[in-house]
């Protein structure tokens, strides 16, 4: 069935340090693909998406762009600030008609002053 | 603009009680979803919906139960409470229209002891 693989947190980064969390995927067809973003105490929030492939997602100076031949949606940002703290979470929606979200594990991301 | 309202926000359970978790839009939104997030691990669907009236299983439906009478409202009831089931509940809806993001609701943590 489809998945979702993201690399391992904690990551701890010193701000105005470069990101990149890692995200690849296993789906049948052409997945919508997700970045979302947990802050304490909060629910999620779509921080950005690409629906096709080669398309670049944009959104608060981070982005990702969707490569099928890779199977990959990284997440990157060229200047962290302390509050991108949060829990990152990559997301596939399958080509199935109830487009369920399908998560990877999360990503905590702290960045220090 | 609320957009998806769960309640409580807390809850502790003993083990075999019962309780109803709620979930409520206001987005008119077709699509309807239960999911779990447990700690360092990625949402789990519980169950969907995809209009009023109809319901389906998704990966981890055992021990819960879910009704859509409304368009607004998709209570998620917990029978015979299991330490299995101390999480975080989220709640989510979407339109149906296909490459459309999924708004989550601040989520319900509920522990059973």
């Known amino acids: 069935g489809d998945s979702v693989t993201q690399m391992e947190g904690p990551v701890t980064l010193s701000e105005e340090a470069c990101l990149t969390i890692?995200?690849?995927?296993?789906?049948?067809?052409?997945?919508?693909l997700f970045w979302y973003v947990q802050y304490p105490g909060e629910g999620l929030q779509l921080l950005l998406k690409?629906?096709?492939?080669?398309d670049k997602g944009s959104n608060k100076g981070f982005e990702a762009t969707y490569r099928k031949e890779t199977t990959s949606f990284h997440l990157e940002k060229g200047s962290v600030q302390v509050s991108d703290s949060a829990v990152y979470f990559c997301a596939l929606s399958g080509m199935d008609s109830s487009y369920k979200l399908i998560f990877g594990s999360g990503t905590r991301l702290l960045v220090r002053p | 603009n609320a957009g998806v309202t769960q309640t409580p926000k807390f809850r502790i359970l003993k083990i075999g009680q019962s309780m109803t978790l709620q979930c409520a839009q206001d987005?008119?939104?077709?699509?309807m979803y239960w999911y779990r997030q447990d700690p360092g691990m990625g949402l789990k669907l519980i169950y969907y919906s995809v209009g009023a009236g109809i319901t389906d299983k998704g990966e981890v439906p055992n021990g819960y139960n879910v009704s859509r009478s409304t368009t607004e409202d998709f209570p998620l009831r917990l029978e015979l409470a299991a330490p299995s089931q101390t999480s975080v509940y989220f709640c989510?809806?979407?339109?149906?229209?296909?490459?459309?993001?999924?708004?989550f609701g601040q989520g319900t943590r509920l522990t059973v002891v």
């Open positions: 690409a629906t096709k492939a080669d």
């Open positions: 890692n995200c690849t995927y296993t789906a049948t067809g052409y997945p919508s």
């Open positions: 989510a809806s979407r339109t149906s229209q296909p490459n459309t993001e999924a708004f």
């Open positions: 987005m008119n939104h077709n699509y």
